[in-house]
């Protein structure tokens, strides 16, 4: 069992940075992989990027986030982080932080793959 916790969510204007964390109750990097998934209001739930468990830490990101978006976890800390940068409307979002007892993750996955989640930190990007 792992509980998750997001952070850091809030209103920024376009071309704004925010930077999402998720704490874990427990060292996740070696057994889980992890994701950050975002839903708008009447969209799917759907996959943002991914760190996976392997030795070299592969990242995956949705094309939309590419260049703009990095994953990065801190170990140490049991926190994953989002660093978002040149921020979109299309941005806006609630941004859900995910687990999966798996070694690799994509941000193609499926939601319902994952078995733990946080409760969500909402993102607002206004024009």
Known sequence: QVQLAESGGGS?????????????????????????????PGKEREGVATISTNRDRSTSYADSVKGRFTIVQDSAKNT?????????????????????????????????????WGQGTQVTVSS
């Not at 057994?31 to 975002?38: D, H």
């Not at 994953?80 to 409307?89: E, F, T």
């Open 12 to 40: 920024v204007q376009a071309g704004g940075s925010l930077r999402l964390s998720c704490s874990a109750s427990r060292s996740t990097a070696a057994t889980y992989c992890m994701a950050w998934f975002r839903q708008a």
């Open 80 to 116: 994953l982080y989002l660093q978002m940068n040149s921020l979109r409307p299309e941005d806006t979002a609630m941004y859900f932080c995910a687990a999966r007892l798996r070694t690799y993750c994509y941000a193609s996955d499926d939601a319902m793959t994952y078995n733990y």
